[in-house]
């Protein structure tokens, strides 16, 4: 077999004669000079030859007889056109008859890529096809996943906490804690959504609350924190319902609610505008049930500006569980009071109100709420005690990185005016006045450190206590 140098001399040598055209070669490894060149050149200005991707002509390397082929089927085009374009009968004779002993060599290699081709083409249209059909899976298949996201929603947050409590009399304690939360939502249908929650914590507590670090490595409790549904009809417009286990919907601060309280039973809110209605029928024992009723307004005759009223019940079967179980310890960590009346229903009253505006740059919140239990007596000093107020100022926001925010809180919550076992325990709850600070800065994305100080005084009792808590938080 003759290589590609050998070749293209020949054929060159043959074309070049009825052509005074001049050319070049462009391949690297035909320099100028080489022997080959003129052939070469000319063969690959008229489109003849070809060369590698790298820009090489590879003249030593054999040709193979489909190349040659190849080489022979451009030629035969290129004098056809010659004939059509000079009007002649039919090219020279001996041009003809090299040109028709070269055709009939050939034939089968003319007909192998023939097929060849056309089998290119056939494979290129399936390939096209193929694609065509994968693209559409793939869009599908993103479609199914946006769709899972949509539906399928997780969120959690864990809490580092440095905390020190102390009291003026009794022990001194400074230890590392944690909070872990992890939950989601999922979409069931447009209008049904199921949503569950995982927290730190034992057995029996109301909030998702802080293991402490200093059980030798063992297993932490991590238990149900949240399980429930929450159906938005479409065609009740503004109108939402819960049922289950989940955190309370309507506007509550720590004085009556902690912000972590995970409620049971049913609860509806209802929206028109800037309006809102909640109704929440709890289950807290066997044989009771808490009423909480609450109306008020967002954005009410100025923008800002926030009122809500309450109004609390628990029937006699429900409020004498929770009094046998506070004075016997049931209630974990929320043994807040020392003077239990014997009343039959527990019926309080409470305003909450807020405004949120700018002082030049700088945001700001004011809020407060007040609480009377209405079943309250005044028969001495103790036991009259039935009232509750608290109130916070706020400066600044958290939105970004390298936000901060300060605020300062004085609360005050006489026996047996707030259920002490759902209020914030960190303030004391029931029997208590407080007033603290936080001041809290947005390290990076959904990450804060926060610094608080409590200072907390026992109302009945001549003592106090001051507590310091130092967060890093983050949302996941």
């Known amino acids: 077999m003759l290589n590609r140098f050998v070749i293209a001399s020949l054929i060159g040598l043959m074309t070049m004669m009825a052509s005074e055209t001049a050319a070049f070669a462009s391949f690297t490894d035909v320099p100028r000079g080489h022997w080959a060149y003129d052939a070469v050149s000319y063969l690959e200005s008229e489109g003849l030859v070809t060369g590698y991707p790298d820009g090489t002509f590879r003249g030593d390397k054999q040709l193979t007889r489909y190349e040659f082929a190849m080489v022979v089927s451009r030629l035969y085009d290129q004098f056809l056109e010659m004939v059509d374009n000079s009007g002649a009968s039919a090219p020279p004779i001996d041009t003809q008859a090299i040109m028709t002993m070269l055709m009939s060599e050939f034939e089968s290699e003319f007909d192998d890529l023939r097929a060849l081709i056309v089998g290119n083409i056939e494979r290129i249209e399936n390939l096209e096809t193929t694609s065509g059909q994968t693209t559409t899976a793939v869009n599908q298949l993103t479609g199914r996943i946006d769709a899972m996201d949509s539906r399928f929603k997780p ?3 864990l809490r580092l906490r440095f905390e020190g409590k102390y009291p003026d009399t009794g022990l001194q304690t400074q230890r590392p804690r944690y909070r872990l939360r992890w939950g989601f939502t999922s979409a069931i249908t447009p209008e049904l959504t199921f949503g569950a929650r995982f927290a730190s914590g034992e057995e029996g507590g109301i909030t998702s609350t802080n293991e402490t670090i200093d059980d ?7 238990t149900i924190d949240r399980a429930y ?3 938005k009809p479409a065609s009740v417009h503004g109108f939402t319902l819960w049922g289950g286990k989940f955190s309370p919907p309507w506007v509550n601060t720590p004085l009556v609610w902690d912000s972590d309280a995970m409620v049971e039973g049913l609860a509806q809110h209802y929206k028109s505008d800037n309006f809102n209605f909640y ?7 066997k044989e009771g049930y808490y009423l909480v009723a609450q109306a008020g307004a967002d954005d009410l005759f100025v923008d800002g500006l926030r009122a809500y009223v309450t109004y609390h019940y628990i029937n006699d079967k429900c409020w004498q569980w929770i009094q046998a179980d506070m004075e016997s310890g049931k209630l974990r960590n929320r043994m807040r009071f020392d003077v239990l009346n014997d009343m039959d229903d527990y019926r309080a009253f409470e305003v909450y109100g807020s405004y949120t505006g700018n002082a030049g740059d700088m945001p700001f919140t004011i809020e407060g709420n007040y609480l009377k239990n209405l079943e309250g007596t005044a028969e001495d000093a103790e036991s009259g005690w039935q009232q509750a107020a608290w109130a916070q100022l706020s400066i600044g ?6 936000d901060w925010k300060l605020s300062a809180e004085w609360g005050k919550a006489q026996a047996n005016s707030v259920l002490s076992w759902l209020t914030d325990a960190d303030r004391g709850s029931g029997d208590h006045e407080w007033w603290g600070t936080n001041w809290s800065y947005r390290l990076m994305k ?3 450190f926060s610094v608080t100080y409590l200072s907390i005084d026992r109302i009945s009792k001549d003592s106090s206590e001051d507590i310091i808590q130092v967060d890093i938080s983050t949302k996941f």
């Not at 030798?216 to 409790?221: L, S, Y």
């Not at 109704?279 to 024992?285: K, Q, V």
């Open 397 to 402: 926001n958290m939105r970004n990185p390298g």
């Open 229 to 231: 549904l929450q159906y």
């Open 216 to 222: 030798a490595f063992g297993f932490d409790v991590f």
């Open 446 to 448: 959904n990450t804060d």
């Open 155 to 157: 969120f959690g947050d």
């Open 279 to 285: 109704l929440g029928e709890l289950i807290p024992s």
